[in-house]
């Protein structure tokens, strides 16, 4: 095995001599599993012609950690934690998909207070993820200031969700049955400072690449994608929608209160990088509407189901209430049993359509769980875009579909 | 919640996709004998179809003018060691034109065919190339016609399929020296690595044989 990859690390498969002394060979290479410009661990075995790419094929697996497989030995309870791990750049939008996938196992619907803070803090995990994906795709394509002021914003997402729930980024604070602790307060203050000084720094990021020649240059154009192919390969999110196709499962399959909300879909119209790109920035603008809109609705009352059976009761009443000792007991060691049977629940992550497929044999703990994930089936156009573009274009090409090796591997 | 016990307000909460019955319908007449069950659950439609005939309803269903799933969202596959057919392989179909969605399940798998085979799908769409990589590679299904169907997350030269339910959990022997002592990188392996053992209460059982390595192309 080591050996037959040596051998394919490095090969030039056709030569031939040109008049006047030059010869044309077709190397195939290496780009990654260690590359800083993939984004993780993805391989590329890129044939090329000199700059120029004939054939790529990704080679992916090396962040496969089973996740599939560790959720069937675990309760529908503690499986939650597992989902973190997927897209570990939007925890909570994948939090969000499993959970509600369970409640429709469950035939459960959460109160309004958990809806609500749901919808705010899933739209701000699309901005911190955004602003991840912004940072480092602009660092790949040379513009480094960006990454810095990036990451300074997205401390502060960061920050309300230590708040909400103590974590910074493994929250598991979306659980199924509504949220793990109620919204603390100073939360909404938080957020509202937040709406109030983000437009301004989403203007120094436009400033800073929107109009500027290099940034024009290196990604207008560049790696096409056109609407047919972006369909035929499965992409979601901004993939998609960067080449013109107006689908976001927000509009198209309200869930979670989405329906309730007032925001567009940006689309874009020539399938390059600097479309999709684009479409990602004017995403933030839509995402900070939704919470706007969200914050100013934000009903008081319960934030997790009526129903100990599903939701651990609270701290002080363990020590107390008899009834809610054998709760948590049962709860924390056995967990609830859905009625058997099966769901696809398809939800719009930072990254695509995340869809959860859990099957339920009636017992205590799913029986599968799959995770459609939109990085994995993203990642199928990529050969297609990068085809006869240049190796530096790879680099743009990979930061522009914005994946997550742990979402693609799993 | 009691079992089979649905909490209030279930059938406002998941209503069913306004084309399902249409699609249900197209199936059944265009393919009476392929459909052999469709089943409702939470609003969401699945027609079990008989697993030689898939390509052809999926190809009907992306080209019916009045439908158009000109989308595939997933395919996976469940393992139900006791039943026969063994393998439930999922199709999540789309229309993003009409917002049409149905479910395609088929039944394969017994005794004698440890890796059945199926066809592909990747001929009416592309993107199916990935799913179908994904579900060799953890299931052991073939799909006949399939442009690379190699492994795509475990390494090209793993044993066993890891997504069944009878992959051991535990158990993987390492070679002499163990991993804490490095193997130069151009002597061969020592027979035996990546064989797995099942480590029991009792201690180590016997190792089981490679489920399906005799027709594994991995």
Known sequence: MQTEERATTLEVDESEQLEGGARRDYMTINMGPQHPSTHGVLRLILTLDGETIVKAQPDIGYLHTGIEKTAEGKSYFKALVVTDRMDYLAPLANNLGYSLAVE??????????????????????????????????????????????????????????????????????????????????????????????????????????????????????????????????????????????????????????????????????????????????????????????????????????????????????????????????????????????????????????????????????????????????????????????????????????????????? | MAEGQTGPGTVALWPKNPHAEATVTLVRERFPDAISDVVEYRGETTIIVRAERIEEVCRALRDAPELRFNFLADITAVDWPEREPRYDVVYHLLSLETSAVIRLKLRVGDDETPNPEIATVTTVWPAANFFEREVFDLFGIRFSGHPNLTRILMPSDWVGHPLRKDYPLTGIALPEPHWGGQIPFDQPLPPGTGAQTLRTPDGVAEAPAPPNDADDTR
């Open chain 1, 104 to 410: 429709k196992l469950l035939g459960i619907e959460v109160p309004e207070r958990a809806l609500y803070a749901r919808v705010i803090l899933a739209e701000l995990q699309r901005i911190a993820s955004h602003l991840v994906w912004l940072g480092t795709s602009a660092l790949d394509l040379g513009a480094q200031s960006v990454f810095l002021y990036c990451f300074r914003e997205r401390e502060i997402i960061l920050d309300i969700f230590e708040l909400c729930s103590g974590v910074r980024m493994m929250t598991s604070y979306i659980m199924p049955g509504g949220l793990q602790a109620d919204l603390p307060p100073g939360f909404e203050q938080r957020v509202r400072d937040f709406l109030a000084l983000f437009p301004k720094r989403l203007r120094e990021y436009h400033d800073l690449l929107t109009n500027n020649r290099l940034w024009v240059d290196r990604t207008k154009g560049i790696c096409k994608l056109p609407a047919e192919d972006a369909v035929r390969l499965g992409c979601t999110g901004a993939t998609l929608r960067g080449s013109g196709v107006a689908y976001d499962v927000r509009k198209a399959f309200p869930y979670g209160g989405y329906e309730r909300f007032d925001f567009d879909i940006p689309v874009g119209a020539n399938g390059d990088v600097y479309d999709r790109y684009l479409v990602r920035m004017l995403e933030m603008d839509q995402s900070l509407r939704i919470i706007q809109q969200a914050l100013d609705g934000l009903p008081g009352g319960p934030w997790q189901v009526d129903d100990p059976k599903i939701v651990p009761p609270p701290k002080y009443m363990v020590s107390s209430n008899m009834e809610a000792l054998i709760h948590h007991f049962k709860l924390y060691t056995e967990g609830y049993r859905p009625p058997a049977g099966e769901v696809y629940v398809r939800t719009e992550s930072p990254k695509g359509e995340l869809g959860f497929y859990m099957v339920s044999d009636g017992s205590a703990r799913p029986y599968r769980m799959h995770v459609r994930a939109p990085s994995f089936a993203n990642l199928q156009a990529l050969p297609l875009m990068i085809q006869g573009a240049f190796v530096a274009d790879v680099v743009a090409a990979i930061g522009s579909i914005d994946i997550v090796l742990g979402e693609v591997d799993r």
